[in-house]
T-cell receptor, first 115, second 112 residues
Framework: DADVTQTPRNRITKTGKRIMLECSQT?????MYWYRQDPGLGLRLIYY???????NKGEISDGYSVSRQAQAKFSLSLESAIPNQTALYFC??????????????FGPGTRLTVT | KQEVTQIPAALSVPEGENLVLNCSFT??????LQWFRQDPGKGLTSLLL?????REQTSGRLNASLDKSSGRSTLYIAASQPGDSATYLC???????????FGTGTRLQVFP
């Protein structure tokens, strides 16, 4: 089984709809992240969480919210989807970068299209 | 603000060539640097991670070097194969912001 799973893998939704993307991990990591990827812009950080009670905004958090339901689960919500949120979304997990076990692991991605 | 630049942006080569992919970053205060591979429309696969105290890491035909003081890392791919075709991303992990910062990648195509 994959270490980091994301659901759904593909989603088409309409402008104004609320949508939730879910992420689960079996690595036992405290840190979880949500990124979006757009052609030509690379990966940009939306939100990140260093433990269940610690949630932080990334560089492009407007229009998004998150919930860390448990150490293993981190969900991303679009409260009212708009077309420029069409992108590939990735969840990732890691230990603290100072630890010898550190490595950032990525899920397979969710392709979201907002029409 | 940390900037990560990858050169070249795209590369098309016949199989068998030895390749050099370059990554430069402006903030040298990093924990480590990770190289990833991404196939079109797919997730990121970690290839190599170099700690800030290390100079290089090797995995099979891949070798990554790090010169933290000059803000550079290089990924060497030996004897390239068509299966190496993908986008390669470098990502240093910064002390100051406690985050991974991505370059925009080198898109590699290896043809038979």
């Amino acid at each position: 089984d994959a270490d980091v799973t994301q659901t759904p893998r593909n989603r088409i939704t309409k402008t104004g709809k609320r949508i939730m993307l879910e992420c689960s991990q079996t690595k036992g990591h405290d840190r979880m992240y949500w990124y979006r990827q757009d052609p030509g812009l690379g990966l940009r950080l939306i939100y990140y969480s260093f433990d269940v009670k610690d949630i932080n905004k990334g560089e492009i958090s407007d229009g998004y919210s998150v919930s860390r339901q448990a150490q293993a689960k981190f969900s991303l919500s679009l409260e009212s989807a708009i077309p420029n949120q069409t992108a590939l979304y990735f969840c990732a997990t890691s230990d603290h970068p100072g630890q010898s076990s550190y490595e950032q692991y990525f899920g397979p991605g969710t392709r979201l299209t907002v029409t | 603000k940390q900037e990560v630049t990858q050169i070249p942006a795209a590369l098309s080569v016949p199989e068998g060539e030895n390749l050099v992919l370059n990554c430069s970053f402006t903030d040298s205060a990093i924990y480590n640097l990770q190289w990833f591979r991404q196939d079109p429309g797919k997730g990121l696969t970690s290839l190599l991670l170099i700690q800030s105290s290390q100079r290089e890491q090797t995995s099979g035909r891949l070798n990554a070097s790090l010169d933290k003081s000059s803000g550079r890392s290089t990924l060497y791919i030996a004897a390239s194969q068509p299966g190496d075709s993908a986008t390669y991303l470098c990502a240093p992990y910064l002390y100051n912001t406690d985050k991974l910062i991505f370059g925009t990648g080198t898109r590699l195509q290896v043809f038979p």
